[in-house]
């Protein structure tokens, strides 16, 4: 009696395709997260511009004139701090810039740096968009967005 003898392993072929399958699909989640980080700084700054917007229109309400700062610093007026929350001023997160323009009367935000020139394009493109921020809204050479506040261009008075 003779017996079959049955090969029950894979072959390379299979084992290629398998191996190819694996690394298409990891390649298709790190392209997800990478694109998920970029819409949540995104959505960070946004959330943060309108948080920092917020104080400010409330600060003009109560005083008449938004908190003067001629040079942009990160050291928020104190009398602001009042009027955001408690992640945005000192010692919370990544700090924003701010600056009061008496000139042009323009408020101007900030953002904390971005990985590189195009993910702070795409942030200011988006904020714009939302219409948080001017169009003559710019990009710093170390990747900020400088936001200058729609709702407060040609208002603001700087106090």
């Known amino acids: 009696m003779k017996l079959l003898k049955s090969n029950r392993g894979f072959t ?4 290629v395709v398998v191996i190819a399958v694996i690394a298409l699909i990891m390649a298709g989640v790190a ?3 990478g694109m998920g980080r970029k819409a949540g700084s995104v959505s960070s700054a946004a959330s943060k511009m309108r948080t920092i917007e917020a104080g400010l229109h409330e600060y003009k309400t109560y005083k008449g ?3 003067a700062q001629a040079e942009m610093s990160t050291t928020w007026p104190v009398a602001l701090e009042a009027y955001v929350s408690s992640e945005l001023r000192a010692g919370g997160a990544e700090p924003h810039g701010y ?9 101007t935000i900030r953002t904390p740096a971005f990985t590189n020139a195009a993910e702070a394009g795409d942030v200011k493109t988006k904020l714009i968009d939302q219409g948080l921020c001017e169009s003559d809204s710019t990009v710093t050479a170390a990747n900020e967005v400088d936001c200058v506040v729609a709702t407060l261009k ?4 700087c106090i």
Do not use: N, R, Y
């Open 12 to 15: 390379l072929v299979e084992l």
């Open 31 to 33: 392209l997800s997260i």
């Open 65 to 67: 004139a938004i908190p």
């Open 99 to 107: 600056q009061c323009a008496a000139a042009t009367k323009t408020a």
């Open 154 to 157: 040609g208002t603001a008075g």
